[in-house]
C-alpha cells in the first residue's frame, strides 16, 4: 500500500521564493533573477522528486521568472526612443514578495501571541471552542521544512556520487512448489501439521504467499480440512481420507473445506 | 466604595461571568462610575501576583489563569492546545489587516490558493463570512471574529499589532 505523506512543505510560489532569496542573502531589491531562477527550479524538480505535489500556482511562477529573466537579458531601449530608463521588469514581484513578507511577519506575531493566549483559560468547564475541538499536534518541534527540505537535497546529491550497481536476484517460488512441500509435510504428519508451523521458519513474502495460496488451492480441491479447535486457536490442516464421509467434520470446532 | 473594595466586587463579578464583560456592565452593576471601574480594571490587570489575572480581551474583561500554569491546567482538563498550521496564519494575518476581503484577495497577497485554509479558520470560528463584495462574481467577504480577538488576547482590531513598512 502506498504511504502517502502530504506537506504543507513551501506555502506557495512567493514563501519559496522569499526562502531562495535569505538563503542566498540577496536583497529583495536587487534580486540576481538568473541564479533565483535556477534555484527556483531545481526545488520545484526537487518537490517533484519528492512525490511533493507541484501546484499550478508554482508553475505559473517558474514561467514570470523565466520571463522576467528573458526581459532583462534584452538591451536597453535606445535613448532617443525613451528619456528614462524603462520599469524595473522585476519591480512587479518586488511588490508582492514585499506584502508577502509584511503578512508573513505578522503572521508570526500573531503566532507568539496566541502561543501565550492558548495557554491562558476561563474559569468553568466550557473551554474556548479551540481547545475543545483538538487533536494531537504533530507540528515538528522546531523544524521548518524548508531546513528538512535542504538536508534531504544534501543527501540526494551525496547519495548521487555513489553508483553502485546491484543485481536483484528474483525468488523463484512457484505455488505448484509449496503445494508439493504442503503434501509431503502432511504425508509425514497423519495427524495434520498446524497452520502456523507452515510459516514459522525464515520465509520470504514470495514463499509466504504461494504457500498460503497452496492451503486454498487444496481446500478448494477438497484434499485437505482445516480445523479449528478453539476460537482465535491456531488452524490445523489435516488430509481428507477421499472420498470424505458426509458429516466427517473431524475435530470438534469449526471445520472448513 | 472604596478602591479595595471595588476591586474585591470586580473580581466577584468577573470570576460569576467566566466569559469577557463589557466595563459599561460591570459598572451598571456596581453602580459606580464607568471610568472608576476602567481604572480600577487596569490597575488589577497591572498585578503580577497570584494564579489568575485580569485581562482585557474581545471588547471586555475576563478572569482567567495565567499562562506560566497552563501545563497543569491542560492535564487537569486533558486537553493539547492546537496551533495554526503557518499557511493559516498568513491567511488569517491577511483577513485581519485587510477585512472586509475576498477570497481571491486573499489569494492574490498568498499567490496560492486558500480553500483548504479558509475552512480550517471559519470551522475555528476566528473568521466568518461578512455579506458579499459588489463585484463581478458578487464574491463572499470574510472578517475576523471576537473569537479571533480572544485568540491573540486583544480586546479589539485596534491593538492589532502594527504591519510592517
Known amino acids: ?257 | 466604595m472604596d478602591d479595595t473594595q471595588l476591586s474585591e466586587a470586580l473580581e466577584c463579578l468577573l470570576f460569576v461571568s467566566g466569559e469577557a464583560v463589557p466595563v459599561e456592565r460591570l459598572a451598571e452593576a456596581l453602580e459606580v462610575d464607568a471610568e472608576r471601574v476602567l481604572q480600577a480594571l487596569e490597575a488589577m490587570r497591572a498585578r503580577s501576583d497570584g494564579g489568575l489575572q485580569v485581562a482585557a480581551v474581545a471588547g471586555g474583561w475576563m478572569l482567567c489563569t495565567r499562562p506560566q500554569y497552563a501545563q497543569y491546567v491542560t492535564r487537569l482538563l486533558r486537553v493539547q492546545p492546537q496551533k495554526l498550521s503557518r499557511a493559516a496564519l498568513e491567511t488569517l494575518a491577511i483577513i485581519a489587516y485587510r477585512q472586509p476581503i475576498t477570497g481571491p484577495e486573499i489569494e492574490a497577497v498568498r499567490g496560492v490558493s486558500v480553500d483548504g485554509v479558509m475552512g480550517t479558520l471559519q470551522a475555528r470560528g476566528l473568521i466568518r463570512e461578512a455579506g458579499r463584495k459588489q463585484a463581478p462574481g458578487r464574491p463572499i467577504l470574510y472578517e475576523t471574529t471576537e473569537e479571533f480577538l480572544r485568540y491573540l488576547g486583544i480586546k479589539d482590531l485596534a491593538e492589532l499589532p502594527q504591519l510592517e513598512a
Open chain 1, 1 to 257: 500500500m502506498a504511504y502517502v505523506v502530504e506537506l504543507d512543505a513551501f506555502r506557495g510560489p512567493l514563501d519559496l521564493l522569499l526562502h531562495l532569496i535569505q538563503k542566498n542573502e540577496v536583497d529583495i531589491y536587487d534580486i540576481p533573477i538568473a541564479r533565483i531562477t535556477d534555484q527556483y527550479l531545481a526545488a520545484l524538480k526537487l518537490m517533484e522528486a519528492l512525490d511533493i505535489e507541484v501546484a499550478g500556482e508554482f508553475i505559473v511562477m517558474a514561467a514570470t521568472l523565466m520571463e522576467i529573466k528573458s526581459r532583462m537579458l534584452l538591451p536597453p531601449a535606445p535613448k532617443e526612443y525613451s528619456e528614462e530608463e524603462g520599469p524595473d521588469p522585476r519591480a512587479e514581484l518586488v511588490q508582492m514578495l514585499e506584502e508577502y513578507r509584511r503578512y508573513q511577519s505578522a503572521a508570526e506575531l500573531f503566532r507568539s501571541r496566541a502561543e501565550v493566549w492558548t495557554r491562558v483559560f476561563p474559569r468553568g468547564g466550557e473551554l474556548p471552542p479551540e481547545v475543545a475541538a483538538l487533536v494531537p499536534d504533530t507540528e515538528l518541534a522546531n523544524l521548518s521544512v524548508s531546513t528538512l527540505v535542504d538536508a534531504l537535497h544534501q543527501v540526494l546529491l551525496e547519495a548521487e556520487a555513489d553508483h553502485g550497481v546491484t543485481a536483484v536476484q528474483r525468488e523463484r517460488v512457484t505455488v505448484r512448489m509449496q503445494i508439493a512441500e504442503l503434501w509431503r509435510r502432511l504425508n509425514a504428519n497423519p495427524e495434520g501439521v498446524s497452520f502456523r508451523s507452515l510459516f514459522t521458519h525464515p520465509v520470504t513474502r514470495v514463499e509466504v504467499i504461494a504457500m498460503f495460496l497452496a492451503v486454498l488451492e487444496l481446500l478448494r480441491l477438497g484434499r485437505i480440512c482445516v480445523v479449528q479447535p478453539h476460537t482465535f486457536g491456531d488452524l490445523r490442516i489435516q488430509k481428507v481420507a477421499a472420498p470424505t464421509a458426509p458429516g466427517d467434520g473431524g475435530a470438534a470446532g469449526t471445520a472448513v473445506r
